[in-house]
């Protein structure tokens, strides 16, 4: 089985341009989820679909960033601009539907904003 | 805030030793999971326990559960050199998931 993709692995952006991160779930998975990792920290989810329609975005700083997940499998997560503190590392994640069940994560992207 | 805390931050053992870490949560859950992440990697699904749990095996690996106390231990048993990684819980409430802050394991050869 193959597990969950992501690309690019690593950015580096000046502050103000923008940037956008690809992610493919596991085949069959309806839930996919986007989270933030600052350095040190656990991650913060930024945004949960099913299917192709949002669950929660409660923590997504609307203003910059942007998510879709067309056709309900690929998703596409954007920040327009950057500023110094979205440094981070951005996971992909998927499971099989919404709810408590595990969920399987990509390796991530590592975004460094200068 | 929902988000789980660990404790230690930071752990240092012996190849061979047990290792324990510990999570604590504020408000009701569903159920609560381990994760392992290797430097630089996305995270892993270890094991999940659900609230009405109180202790789950797998493997070298065994969580306890206490929703009175609102806190939840991982033990690993045996520490290998490669079970060095952060270890984060999650605690779990519908649709909702939190991660903590996060153990970081070294386990010395």
């Known amino acids: 089985e193959a597990g969950v993709a992501q690309s690019p692995r690593y950015k580096i952006i000046e502050k103000r341009q923008s940037v956008a991160f690809w992610c493919n779930p596991i085949?069959?998975?309806?839930?996919l989820y986007w989270y933030q990792q600052i350095l040190g920290q656990g991650p913060k989810l930024l945004i949960q679909?099913?299917?192709?329609?949002?669950?929660?975005d409660s923590q997504l700083p609307k203003d910059r960033f942007s998510a879709e997940r067309l056709k309900g499998v690929d998703s596409t997560l954007k920040i327009q601009p950057a500023k110094l503190e979205d440094s981070a590392v951005y996971l992909c994640?998927?499971?099989?539907?919404?709810?408590?069940?595990?969920?399987?994560f990509g390796p991530g992207t590592r975004l460094t904003v200068t | 805030s929902q988000q789980g805390e660990e404790d230690p931050q930071a752990l240092s053992i012996q190849e061979g030793e047990n290792a324990t870490m510990n999570c604590s949560y504020k408000?009701?859950?569903?159920?609560l999971q381990w994760y392992r992440q290797n430097s630089g990697r996305g995270l892993v699904h270890l094991i999940l326990?659900?609230?009405?749990?109180r202790e789950k095996h797998s493997g070298r690996l065994r969580v306890t559960l206490d929703t009175s106390k609102k806190s939840s231990s991982l033990l690993i048993t045996a520490s290998r050199a490669a079970d060095t990684a952060s270890y984060f819980c999650?605690?779990?409430?519908?649709?909702?998931?939190?991660f903590g802050t996060g153990t970081s394991l070294t386990v010395i050869p």
């Open positions: 999650a605690t779990v409430l519908g649709n909702q998931f939190y």
């Open positions: 408000t009701s859950i569903n159920n």
């Open positions: 085949s069959g998975h309806a839930t």
């Open positions: 994640a998927s499971s099989l539907m919404a709810g408590p069940y595990e969920q399987y």
């Open positions: 679909f099913q299917n192709n329609g949002v669950v929660d």
């Open positions: 326990i659900r609230s009405n749990e």
